[in-house]
């Protein structure tokens, strides 16, 4: 888990970076967790591997349980866990759930462009 020096400098941070996505920008990332619940571990265990597989070294994970830091989940306006907020590279997004949909984590995390749906109207 974090402690509220490490959440408080990578929230500093954040000011400092620009808005550009590029092949080769850090990832700051923070995933808000409730204790050991099997939603939770999953969450963990799909981020994991998510960053693992798509960001190598290129990450920063903190995971942040909100029953031991409850002022980092009122401070980030956390309503349900677990929640990913992406800090670095902005824009600042979030996702809530388990994270088990990695195509919807991928386009949240910009590494991956939002699928177009075909037009309904004509033909």
């Not at 866990?81 to 949909?101: F, M, Q």
């Amino acid at each position: 888990m974090t402690d509220e020096r490490t959440f408080q400098a990578s929230n500093n941070l954040e000011t400092e970076i620009s808005a550009e996505v590029g092949e080769n920008d850090k990832y700051v990332l923070r995933l808000f967790v409730s204790g050991q619940s099997p939603r939770s571990i999953l969450a963990i265990e799909n981020m994991r591997k998510i960053c693992a597989e798509y960001l190598s070294e290129r990450y920063t994970l903190e995971v942040i349980d909100i029953y031991q830091h409850p002022e980092a989940c009122q401070q980030e306006q956390i309503v349900a866990a677990p929640t990913l907020i992406k800090v670095l590279p902005r824009p600042l997004r979030r996702i809530i759930g388990d994270l088990s949909n990695t195509e919807k984590v991928l386009v949240g995390l910009s590494l991956r462009p939002r699928a177009t749906t075909p037009d309904k109207t004509g033909d």
